[in-house]
T-cell receptor, first 110, second 115 residues
Framework: QKEVEQNSGPLSVPEGAIASLNCTYS??????FFWYRQYSGKSPELIMS????GDKEDGRFTAQLNKASQYVSLLIRDSQPSDSATYLCAVTTNAGKSTFGDGTTLTVKP | EPEVTQTPSHQVTQMGQEVILRCVPI?????FYWYRQILGQKVEFLVS????????KSEIFDDQFSVERPDGSNFTLKIRSTKLEDSAMYFCASTNSGSMYNEQFFGPGTRLTVL
């Protein structure tokens, strides 16, 4: 089983729709969860971090965490073509080491 | 806004050669990391570094790899004898705390091509 698993893509949504990205993790001691956006050939760019169960909202982005189910998700409301990128889920346990998922490629069609 | 910088942006080398990838972390950060990403694959942790020593390293980080903070600003990754499979993007990251709750700031990456 992969340590961090993301829903397989690619994911395509029309402009203005909600994009839903999912991630599960295997290590129950994981405490910190991050969503990054990565454009092709570029470095990961942090979008959201979440540490507690529940929802965390930042503009058009909402992260959801359920530690009992070992599940974290990212919702993008009112998706824009500029949101088209690969979204990486990362889990941090100790000493700041981050374990990344394979990523989900999102395409937002105008 | 402070940022992590990396040089060179692209390095081409012959198999068996040594390469040094350079990073300048954000100035007040104390924890440093190297990650790599083979084309089309996921970002993989290589090593973390704090207080002039390695905190943790992955299975990828074998004897061919070493890290160093030669002065107060640079953080380097050396690959002693490059292999074809070392071709990848290498990202440096830094954070001001080793807490798992702290955001890591990533540099733009160095693309290493081994021929």
């Amino acid at each position: 089983q992969k340590e961090v698993e993301q829903n397989s893509g690619p994911l395509s949504v029309p402009e203005g729709a909600i994009a839903s990205l999912n991630c599960t993790y295997s290590d129950r001691v994981s405490q910190s969860f991050f969503w990054y956006r990565q454009y092709s050939g570029k470095s990961p760019e942090l979008i959201m971090s979440i540490y507690s169960n529940g929802d965390k909202e930042d503009g058009r982005f909402t992260a959801q965490l359920n530690k009992a189910s070992q599940y974290v998700s990212l919702l993008i409301r009112d998706s824009q073509p500029s949101d088209s990128a690969t979204y990486l889920c990362a889990v941090t346990t100790n000493a700041g080491k981050s374990t990344f998922g394979d990523g989900t490629t999102l395409t937002v069609k105008p | 806004e402070p940022e992590v910088t990396q040089t060179p942006s692209h390095q081409v080398t012959q198999m068996g050669q040594e390469v040094i990838l350079r990073c300048v972390p954000i100035s007040n950060h104390l924890y440093f990391y190297w990650y790599r990403q083979i084309l089309g694959q996921k970002v993989e942790f290589l090593v973390s570094f704090y207080n002039n020593e390695i905190s943790e390293k992955s299975e990828i980080f074998d004897d061919q790899f070493s890290v160093e903070r030669p002065d107060g600003s640079n953080f380097t990754l050396k690959i002693r004898s490059t292999k074809l499979e070392d071709s990848a993007m290498y990202f440096c990251a830094s954070t001001n705390s080793g807490s798992m709750y702290n955001e890591q700031f990533f540099g733009p990456g160095t693309r290493l091509t081994v021929l």
